[in-house]
Every structure is written in structure tokens, then in C-alpha cells.
């Protein structure tokens, strides 16, 4: 059984960094697609970034160049660190895990357009205030 837990959230400033966490258990070493989506008040769900097993990764147009998603192999640890935060970046954000295999969930941005993920944590809050 995989088990992710997020944490790291924080209020920030406008321009801001901060790094998120993401703590995974359970997983396969390979054949896992991992990545992070959030869902700002009164909003849907919208898919952040997404790495695949081979370390491909894939980011939404709206934090192309800010944020950056890498896996720790030896700490099973998923990060994003974010940069020159918005305010539209206010959200929760939740980690998620699928696995399938490579090339699967991550492959062609298909987590990343649709982020449901199987596995996700309970979220961390990220607030961007002016």
C-alpha cells in the first residue's frame, strides 16, 4: 500500500519561495509516476507537475519556470520547490502516487491534465499574501 504525507506549506510573501515535502511509502522502485496538484478556494483541482520513474518531469503553464519538481531516491521523497510565488498560487497542496508501470500515468501530461491521482495525502496549505 503506498502512503504519501505532505507537509511544508506555509504563508508567504509575494515573490516568495517555499519548499514542499512529500514523504513516500509503500512504492515500487520503478514503475511509479509521482507528482503534486492543488485546489485553490472555490476551485477545481489543477494537475502542478508530474515525474515519471525515468525522471522525466512535466509542469502546468502557470508554474513553468517557478516551480520545480525532483524525487530522492534514498530519502523517498518528493519535493517542489516553488519560487516568485502569486498570489493565484494560494491553494492546498496535495502530493499523489500511481502505479502502472513507465510511460503510463505521467506519460503525455495525462496525470498532469487529469490529477486523480490513486494515491494522495491529506494536502499542506500554501498561502501567498501581498
Known amino acids: 500500500q503506498v502512503r504519501v504525507v505532505e507537509s511544508g506549506g506555509d504563508s508567504v510573501e509575494v515573490g516568495g519561495s517555499l519548499k514542499l515535502s512529500c514523504a513516500v511509502s509503500?512504492?515500487?522502485?520503478?514503475?511509479?509516476?509521482m507528482g503534486w496538484f492543488r485546489q485553490g478556494p472555490g476551485k477545481g483541482r489543477e494537475g502542478v507537475a508530474t515525474?515519471?520513474?525515468?525522471?522525466?518531469?512535466k509542469y502546468s503553464d502557470s508554474v513553468k519556470g517557478r516551480f520545480t519538481v525532483t524525487y530522492d531516491d534514498a530519502g523517498n521523497t518528493l519535493y517542489l520547490q516553488m519560487s516568485n510565488l502569486k498570489p493565484e498560487d494560494t491553494a492546498m497542496y496535495y502530493c499523489?502516487?500511481?502505479?502502472?508501470?513507465?510511460?503510463?500515468?505521467?506519460?503525455?501530461?495525462?496525470?498532469?491534465?487529469?490529477?486523480?491521482?490513486?494515491?494522495r495525502g491529506q494536502g499542506t496549505q500554501v498561502t501567498v499574501s501581498s
Open positions: 499523489g502516487a500511481d502505479v502502472g508501470g513507465h510511460n503510463t500515468f505521467c506519460s503525455g501530461g495525462y496525470r498532469l491534465r487529469n490529477p486523480h491521482w490513486g494515491y
Open positions: 509503500g512504492a515500487p522502485k520503478s514503475g511509479v509516476c
Open positions: 515525474i515519471d520513474d525515468d525522471g522525466s518531469k
